[in-house]
């Protein structure tokens, strides 16, 4: 999902606790998507509750957040709108990938080999109403701001951190920068060991953090070419050219300045580049949002979430530890007004 730049730049690792005061703009669907892919049972097969609706995006959604607001961090859940058009090739691959990896899933499991049906099972992951509904149901019961983009949430989380409202726009993809983010964090929801995809292999993921400005600068461009490098690797909007990744149009950028010299040398065309790059350099956001929480609906998000066959009392110890960070969060900030007062 996204522009992968990976190999361009080493990001600075971050711990949560050096975020702490700051609010950040969270690409909702992509940080569902991430539980929904990484909560599982050994067999791949996700949480449930006992009418067979999936929770595991509920249990990373109520035990990460209170990670987050335990650390000081006030998380803004940004949800995409209408997807662009040019989307839909890139929303059809998905679909075809998600049933050819059920086959497999079911095939792995039929065979009795677990690591292999867990691994297909990743890849299986689909955003129903259910579990967009319910989502938001808990962040909403929680007191969490939940911002609707008019199209990518990327992009809105990007518009909210240009404008100073966020510290930062948080996702696991790049395509942040590409939408104008001063500053990008990845791995905000996610840390500890993770496997790697398609290997044998596990690493360790830290929080990130990539400053929009020294990206750019440690690659000798600017946005507007950032954009047209990716243009050529492929986006979520078009296909790209064949054998491009991000060094070889990283250096056909920086040879032939823009996206329609590096195609005239290649002798190639992509007729929806204007339009790829308008949707990035000039996309549709909304104002009509807010970054502060309210008071959390503590009875609730219990019975909401003993409904789907949650712990009363892991759920309580986990309410128990945000209202505690939100008092001491409190304290602090008014001790810091006190001694500027001072």
């Avoid at 949560?16 to 049972?41: P, W």
């Avoid at 006992?50 to 607001?69: E, H, K, P």
């Avoid at 911002?147 to 809105?156: F, I, L, N, T």
């Avoid at 019975?303 to 128990?320: H, Y």
Wanted: hydrophobic share 35%; charged share 30%.
């Amino acid at each position: 999902m996204g522009v992968s730049l990976s190999g361009l730049t080493e990001p600075r690792t971050v711990e949560l606790s050096e975020l702490a005061g700051k609010s950040v703009a969270i690409d909702a669907y992509n940080t569902i998507y991430q539980f929904l892919s990484i909560i599982r049972q050994p067999d791949g097969y996700p949480l449930t509750d006992d009418q067979g609706r999936v929770t595991s995006q509920l249990s990373g959604l109520l035990y990460r957040t209170a990670n987050l607001i335990e650390a000081g961090i006030e998380p803004v859940f940004v949800f995409d709108g209408k997807p662009h058009p040019l989307k839909s090739d890139t929303l059809s691959e998905r679909r075809e990938r998600r049933e050819k990896a059920v086959e497999e899933w079911q095939k792995a499991v039929e065979e009795g080999d677990m690591k292999r049906a867990f691994s297909k099972a990743q890849q299986t992951s689909r955003m129903t109403d259910d579990v967009r509904d319910s989502s938001r149901m808990l962040l909403e019961l929680m007191g969490l701001p939940c911002v609707d983009a008019p199209s990518d949430g990327e992009a809105q989380a990007a518009y909210m951190c240009s404008k100073g409202d966020v510290y930062a726009a948080a996702s696991q993809d790049y395509d942040s920068l590409l939408f104008g983010a001063p500053r990008l964090l990845r791995n905000v929801t996610i840390t500890g060991r993770r496997k790697v995809p398609g290997k044998d292999l596990y690493r360790d993921v830290r929080t990130e953090v990539i400053e929009s400005k020294e990206f750019l600068d440690e690659l000798g461009i600017d946005r507007r070419q950032l954009v047209d490098m990716c243009i050529l690797m492929g986006t979520d909007f078009n296909a790209g050219i064949s054998g491009i990744g991000p060094k070889k149009s990283l250096k056909l950028i920086r040879d032939y300045g823009d996206l329609e010299h590096a195609l005239a040398h290649l002798e190639v065309e992509i007729p929806e580049a204007d339009e790829v790059r308008s949707i990035f350099l000039e996309g549709s956001y909304s104002d009509g949002y807010r970054t502060v929480h309210t008071d959390m609906d503590r009875d609730g998000v219990l019975e909401f979430m003993k409904d789907r066959g949650f712990s009363e009392q892991r759920v309580t110890s986990a309410l128990d530890r945000i209202e505690s960070s939100r008092r001491s969060n409190r304290a602090k900030r008014a001790q810091r007004s006190l001694d500027a007062f001072f």
